[in-house]
């Protein structure tokens, strides 16, 4: 009987069901506006805690913390970690971690300061040679993982007490100084004002450009574009953060120049996660690392080069590491890399390979480097620093974790 | 009948229930009535919300999350998770199984559960014995100690079955559980539900093969969209009845009439191939593999489970473990393809059986799913060309009826057919010449099969070869025009698919020649 109605009925029954689509089309719509659960909580989640951290600082110390000067120290202590942040997110994306960040960073500053000290290398041969030995490092340990298929959980902690042996093999564990003002100049110089607030305004512009063509780009596609109020807002809002916080940098010295290089290497990272075929298989293999290679990616070669890329980006923190502190010391960037892995995860990089983003490790960074300056402002003992920090990890993830329960 | 009546009548009943993902209605006021001890199907199209619905009654979907209630015995329940609803006597195996693929069968069958230790302390020996008994009610001969990992699909499938059976559950809930299983299993499986009957299990399971519903079930209900259409026992039905239920239109064929046929121009060869297992040269996967591929044609490979298929498959897409020998000719040229970025680039693509394992990347989007073969098509100096490659999924999410809300979303937030749609997507986006299908329709219902057949069909027009391995032996002979039986590693038999039947084909599969 049932049947009989719906074959006679064929036609009617079909504008019923686009009824009923289009019904629930209108209710989709209506869910979506009522319900938070659709948007992507995370960024918005971030950036309260960040407030949330900030003011708690501002409060406690007296309105010390969000001084230019203070913000100014935070942003430049937070751009050495905060590059090999961005490696080790991009890494960890790929399932992979480097244990070894650390003494990659000790070996490859120390080869820097040791050619320039005793062998009074110039500062430009100086700083190439620490990045290519950083490459070097990288290389090797690519290799075992990508070639040789040791876990990298065990090649990079080899590396971990390997790089800092040879490092201390070197140096003899004696400090390494006094370095060139030029090569200071990296680690300690500043952007004069005016060129700051001129390379502020050219990005405004440069973002302004990218949206709109964006835009215009997606029309070609036949692809629906943002409409234009949000496009004014992601204009207005980038920008002002941008000449906001370049204002505030320009109240003390300027620009600090270590930011502008950890900006442009994440803004560069940003872009090959995103937008490259390489990053899209940071990915993948990250995720599913089988169906990556049933899917023909390169999965060897792929890793081979992540590692090699963080291991230049340790080398390159390892560079402002000794020029920050005049020197290489015996002891230079112990537990970077548990820093930054705890900033990728604080960040939102999944421990499981294949989900993270750049800009969120950035946060991350930040978040830590916050809690590290607060903490010192507020005269609270390193040793109860380490239980604080230890503790917002945990509850970190663990926010997180609820969070993506509720979410399913 | 009075209100009595009813209620001691059903073991479980589901009363408007709703669940909502954000931006989906997965379920709209379904309802479902099992009476006790009966073997109950659900049915309905990909992405009709069946598999949410068992997930709400194993609690995955915890009570809160969706409006309704859920009667079992005559009380309300509100399963906060699935051990709750595994206390209540619910056991459910999912679509996607769920089993830790590096421990072992007994190991898995005991997972979550601490009876039979003491102090927290397992007795292997005895649960060894327990499991092996399971495991042997089920049909499976391997030792309780096997790796998980080592056994196909259909046999994971079984170990599945036999965890939920230990559980001893009132209702156990079967998400698909024949679609990787051939048919003598699948006969198997249904003498299991069937014993299980008559001790007084109720059993509910999923399936789009409405053959073997007609088969098992003595009732069925049927899923459109979210809502129950109806609930038929089984003398009621009939297959076109069901089908035109689940889809809301009359359909009469399962397959569409070929349209492309196949040309005598040769695309591949492969000759005296073999595969040797690892560190043992004089033991094969399979050997003496001779056949050849032709523009335009369907090649269906059919046999048991475990005849080598899946193995020979994957070897000629470069995906092996230990030594090939012979040779393999891409349109008359010798070629050696060790790795799937060499088959690629000489335009072969394989669909691979086990989707979870070896297809999704479960924490990407749909979008990346589906072009993550054929990224270097959209860009440039390695540069991705996004809004082109949106427009080219697009275009796929069309043609094949992907139920999304949008390119972007997880691709855990399809429903299991609708994950298989995107594999196939991101092959046909590779737009091989020589296509590779293993089981390609596994858990896609009979509208999208339909589809997918029509599409296969096109391909052929391109002038594609495919070569279709698949255990669906009416899908062998409706779709290919040739048809090459495997058993133990080695091809028995190649027929030109006229005149062929069944029975013939089971004949050689099983070796009863
Ligand atoms: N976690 C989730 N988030 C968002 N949407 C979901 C989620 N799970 C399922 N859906 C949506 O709910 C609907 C019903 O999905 P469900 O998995 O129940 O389908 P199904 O009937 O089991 O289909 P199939 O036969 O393909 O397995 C689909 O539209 C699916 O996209
Ligand atoms: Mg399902």
Redesign the pocket.
């Known amino acids: 009987m049932q049947l009989g109605v719906i074959k006679i009925e064929n036609d009617k029954k079909f504008q019923i069901k686009e009824l009923i689509l289009k019904k629930n089309v209108k209710k989709e719509s209506r869910s979506s506006i009522l319900s938070l659960r659709k948007i992507n909580w995370r960024p918005y989640a971030m950036v309260i805690a960040l407030a949330v951290i900030a003011i708690f600082f501002q409060i406690n110390t007296n309105g010390i913390f969000l001084r230019a000067r203070n913000f100014s120290i935070l942003m430049r202590q937070m751009s050495i970690i905060g590059i090999i942040t961005l490696g080790m997110a991009l890494l960890i994306i790929s399932g992979n971690f480097d244990l070894a960040a650390g003494s990659t960073v000790a070996l490859a500053g120390g080869v820097a300061a040791v050619m320039q000290v005793w062998y009074g290398w110039n500062t430009l041969s100086s700083v190439l040679i620490g990045v290519l030995v950083g490459g070097l490092l990288g290389t090797w340990q690519g290799f075992w993982v990508a070639y040789r298929k040791i876990p990298s959980f065990i090649v990079t902690l080899g590396g971990l007490t390997m790089f800092r042996g040879i490092y201390l093999v070197i140096t003899k564990g004696i400090t390494i100084t006094p370095l060139t003002k030029s090569f200071t100049f990296f680690a300690q110089g500043f952007v004069p004002k005016n060129l700051g607030m001129a390379l502020a305004i050219f990005s405004c512009l440069v973002y302004t450009v990218l949206v709109i063509q964006g835009t215009a780009s997606k029309k070609n596609y036949g692809i629906k574009p943002d409409s234009v109020i949000i496009m004014i807002c992601k204009i207005v809002l980038v920008s002002g953060i941008i000449i906001l916080t370049v204002i505030m940098m320009n109240y003390y010295l300027g620009i600090p120049i270590p930011v502008i290089i950890m900006l442009v290497i994440a803004l560069l990272l940003n872009f090959i996660s995103i937008k490259t075929v390489f990053g899209r298989n940071l990915y993948a293999i990250g995720g599913n690392i089988e169906a990556a290679r049933f899917s023909g990616i390169n999965i060897k070669k792929t890793i081979m080069i992540m590692f090699v890329i963080m291991g230049a980006l340790c080398a390159l923190s390892g560079i402002l590491l000794t020029g920050r502190l005049d020197g290489a010391t015996a002891s230079a960037g112990t537990m970077f890399e548990l820093d930054a892995i705890a900033a990728c995860v604080i960040g939102g990089t999944s421990l499981k390979g294949g989900k993270g983003s750049i800009s969120m490790a950035i946060i991350g960074a930040l978040v830590m480097a916050s809690l590290d300056n607060g903490m010192s402002l507020m005269n609270i003992s390193s040793y109860a620093q380490y239980i604080i920090k230890g503790l917002v990890l945990i509850l970190a993830v663990w926010f997180d974790v609820a969070a993506g329960q509720k979410n399913? | 009948m009075d209100e009595e009546d009813i209620v001691t009548k059903y073991i479980l009943e589901v009363k408007d229930l709703t669940k909502e993902?954000?931006g989906?209605i997965?379920l709209d006021n379904v309802s479902l009535h099992v009476k006790l001890g009966e073997i109950h199907a659900v049915i309905?199209?990909?992405?009709?919300?069946?598999?949410?619905?068992m997930k709400i009654l194993s609690g995955v979907y915890p009570y809160g999350t969706y409006k309704g209630r859920v009667i079992i015995d005559g009380s309300e329940r509100h399963f906060r998770n699935v051990r709750e609803s595994e206390e209540a006597g619910v056991a459910i195996i999912y679509?996607e199984l769920a089993l830790a693929n590096n421990l072992s069968i007994a190991e898995n069958i005991y997972l979550g559960t601490s009876k039979g230790s003491k102090y927290g302390i397992i007795n292997w020996d005895q649960k060894n014995h327990e499991a092996s008994e399971w495991i042997r009610y089920v049909g499976l001969e391997e030792q309780p100690s096997t790796i998980v990992m080592d056994l196909g699909v259909g046999k994971q499938q079984l170990v599945e079955i036999a965890k939920a059976l230990s559980k001893k559950a009132k209702i156990l809930i079967l998400d698909?559980p024949t679609a990787a299983l051939t048919e003598n299993e699948v006969e198997h499986l249904a003498n299991i539900l069937r014993d299980l009957k008559k001790k007084g299990i109720t059993s509910i399971f999923?399936s789009?093969k409405i053959q073997e519903v007609l088969k098992i079930s003595d009732t069925v209900t049927v899923?459109r969209d979210?809502k129950t259409i109806n609930t038929l026992s089984n003398y009621e039905l009939n297959e076109k009845g069901i089908i035109s239920m689940m889809v809301g239109r009359d359909f009469s064929h399962r397959f569409p009439e070929r349209k492309y046929q196949k040309t005598d121009q040769l695309i591949m060869e492969v000759k005296n191939w073999k595969l040797a297992k690892p560190k043992s040269l004089d033991k094969y996967v399979f050997k003496d593999i001779n056949f050849k591929l032709y523009r335009g044609e369907i090649l269906g490979i059919t046999g048991l489970m475990g005849a080598g298929r899946t193995e020979l498959v994957n070897s000629l897409f470069g995906v092996y473990g230990g030594e090939t020998s012979g040779e393999i000719y891409v349109c008359g040229q010798k070629v050696m393809i060790k790795t799937p970025e060499d088959a690629i680039r000489r335009g072969i693509g394989l669909l691979t059986e086990d989707r979870k394992r070896f297809g999704l990347n479960l924490s990407g989007s749909i979008r990346s799913n589906i072009s993550l073969a054929s990224i270097a098509k959209f860009s440039k100096y390695g540069y991705i060309n996004e809004n082109k490659e949106i427009r080219e999924c697009e275009k796929y999410v069309d043609s094949l009826k992907i139920?999304?809300t949008s390119l972007d979303n997880l691709i855990?937030?399809?429903?299991?057919?609708?994950q298989q749609k995107v594999i196939l997507a991101r092959w046909l986006m590779v737009n091989p010449t020589i296509l590779l299908v293993d089981e390609p329709t596994r858990?896609i219902?009979v509208g999208a099969k339909y589809e997918i057949y029509i599409l296969m069909d096109a391909l052929l027009k391109n002038g594609i070869g495919i070569v279709m391995v698949t255990s669906e032996l009416p899908e062998a002979l409706s779709m290919s025009d040739r048809v090459l039986i495997m058993r133990e590693g080695r091809l028995v038999k190649e027929f030109d698919n006229n005149n062929l039947t069944e029975e013939i084909i089971m004949k050689y599969a099983t070796g009863s020649d």
């Open positions: 399913e | 993902f954000p989906v997965a309905g199209e990909n992405g009709a919300g069946k598999s949410t619905l679509q698909e999923i789009h899923i979210g139920k999304m855990t937030k399809l429903s299991g057919g609708n858990g219902d």
